[in-house]
């Protein structure tokens, strides 16, 4: 069944029958039939690309909010764990899908940026986040989305569908690559005072 797409991945890192227990914070799951590591946004296109046919897919990626069965998937998981790019614009900050929460905070600190405190304690990747549309404190992260790339298109924060933990990418067939945030200057003591309290002020 997997013959053909694993022929097309040239060097793009895959495993067979890899145990997903580790790519959720419970601790489940059983093994996937397929696994891809895309290192890329490059790399994660061409995964998509290949997968128009009828192969199920998952994207996971720090899987807070997941369960696995035990049974495991049968399909191809893609994990953006090795998508941890992070670039600063001005007062834009993109960053992959692949991003923890709390590297996005620590990178907007270091760049003396505020705006996305509150997201420091919420247990999650960029793409997910921004799938869910997580928020805590009164605060989304829909606030600071400037647009979102997928691997479909480009769309502008009014684009999304944001709702109350929801957006278009929630349960559809693309697959978020980055995203944008619009952040403001702010002096860095201010930014981990609001850090250390977890909130935006």
Same mark, same amino acid.
């Given at each position: 069944?997997?013959?053909?797409?694993?022929?097309?991945?040239?060097?793009?890192?895959?495993?067979?029958?890899?145990?997903?227990?580790?790519?959720?914070?419970?601790?489940?799951?059983?093994?996937?039939?397929?696994?891809?590591?895309?290192?890329?946004?490059?790399?994660?296109?061409?995964?998509?690309?290949?997968?128009?046919?009828?192969?199920?897919?998952?994207?996971?990626?720090?899987?807070?909010?997941?369960?696995?069965?035990?049974?495991?998937?049968?399909?191809?998981?893609?994990?953006?764990?090795?998508? !941890?790019? #992070?670039?600063? &614009?001005?007062?834009?900050?993109?960053?992959?899908? @692949? $991003?923890?929460? +709390?590297?996005?905070?620590?990178?907007?600190?270091?760049?003396?940026?505020?705006?996305?405190?509150?997201?420091?304690?919420?247990?999650?990747?960029?793409?997910?986040?921004?799938?869910?549309?997580?928020?805590?404190?009164? !605060?989304? #992260?829909?606030? &600071?989305?400037?647009?979102?790339?997928?691997?479909? @298109? $480009?769309?502008? +924060?009014?684009?999304?569908?944001?709702?109350?933990?929801?957006?278009?990418?929630?349960?559809?067939?693309?697959?978020?690559?980055?995203?944008?945030?619009?952040?403001?200057?702010?002096?860095?003591?201010?930014?981990?005072? !609001?850090?250390?309290?977890?909130?935006?002020?």
């Amino acid at each position: 069944m997997y013959s053909a797409f694993i022929n097309s991945l040239g060097s793009v890192s895959y495993e067979r029958n890899y145990p997903l227990s580790s790519f959720n914070r419970y601790g489940t799951g059983g093994d996937a039939d397929v696994i891809v590591f895309p290192k890329t946004e490059g790399e994660l296109r061409y995964v998509c690309s290949l997968l128009k046919g009828d192969i199920p897919y998952l994207v996971i990626g720090g899987g807070s909010n997941i369960l696995i069965s035990d049974k495991g998937y049968r399909g191809v998981v893609i994990s953006t764990t090795k998508l !941890k790019s #992070i670039e600063v &614009k001005g007062c834009l900050l993109t960053a992959e899908c @692949g $991003v923890k929460t +709390a590297d996005l905070v620590n990178e907007m600190l270091k760049s003396s940026f505020s705006g996305l405190e509150f997201t420091v304690g919420i247990p999650a990747t960029v793409g997910g986040a921004v799938c869910m549309n997580a928020g805590c404190y009164g !605060k989304t #992260i829909s606030e &600071k989305v400037r647009y979102v790339v997928t691997n479909k @298109g $480009v769309y502008n +924060a009014n684009e999304c569908g944001f709702g109350y933990r929801k957006s278009r990418f929630l349960n559809s067939n693309e697959v978020i690559i980055k995203a944008c945030f619009s952040l403001r200057p702010e002096e860095s003591d201010y930014i981990e005072d !609001k850090i250390n309290k977890g909130i935006e002020l």
